[in-house]
T-cell receptor
């Protein structure tokens, strides 16, 4: 199993550009999510999904879109990049069954800089 | 909305000393998870606590969940240099969402 994979590892954007951060998992997990981590801070939930075709907003969803067309993939789209979106982005997945959540796996992260 | 606070923000200890980080939620949690993140790395799941008053141990690490399910702690006995990193708690109070604490950064001096 590759676990949770993210691409790219690093990205530099100019203000106003758009891009998609890719996330994939091969564990057949129902739940996937995106977090951002700013220096010296915890992780803040951007969007999450509980299955293909189902997504919902987290704590800081503005400026980001997601979709979940397959169980494996959960891309995060930045619509018009702003310097405030400079951060490290983590994708995570976990199994959810019968109202019980199981251990959550994180990807290696994408380090994004917006100039 | 739900908030999860963690203290202390930083902790420097001599190798061999004990370390404790505390997590407090503004709402009652259904469960809480703990993670460790090494510098430059990604969060790695350590443990999940579900029951009120639950205590779990992993070698030198002891995790507790408060009776009211609003607080938790992680205690490391006799720290080692391999314990360096940031420890996060993440609390779940509603459906699906986990809210992360701000983390405690541990530095171990040899």
């Amino acid at each position: 199993n590759a676990g949770v994979t993210q691409t790219p590892k690093f990205q530099v954007l100019k203000t106003g550009q758009s891009m998609t951060l890719q996330c994939a998992q091969d564990m057949n997990h129902e739940y996937m999510s995106w977090y951002r981590q700013d220096p010296g801070m915890g992780l803040r939930l951007i969007h999450y999904s509980v299955g293909a075709g189902i997504t919902d907003q987290g704590e800081v969803p503005n400026g980001y879109n997601v979709s979940r067309s397959t169980t494996e993939d959960f891309p995060l789209r930045l619509l018009s990049a702003a310097p405030s979106q400079t951060s490290v982005y983590f994708c995570a997945s976990r199994r959810e069954a019968g109202g019980q959540s199981y251990l959550q796996y994180f990807g290696p992260g994408t380090r994004l800089t917006v100039l | 909305g739900q908030q999860v606070m963690q203290i202390p923000q930083y902790q420097h200890v001599q190798e061999g000393e004990d370390f404790t980080t505390y997590c407090n939620s503004s709402t009652t949690l259904s469960n809480i998870q703990w993670y460790k993140q090494r510098p430059g790395g990604h969060p790695v799941f350590l443990i999940q606590l579900v029951k009120s008053g639950e205590v779990k141990k992993q070698k030198r690490l002891t995790f507790q969940f408060g009776e009211a399910k609003k607080n938790s702690s992680l205690h490391i006995t006799a720290t080692q240099t391999t314990d360096v990193g940031t420890y996060f708690c993440a609390g779940r109070s509603g459906t699906y969402k986990y809210i992360f604490g701000t983390g405690t950064r541990l530095k171990v001096l040899a």
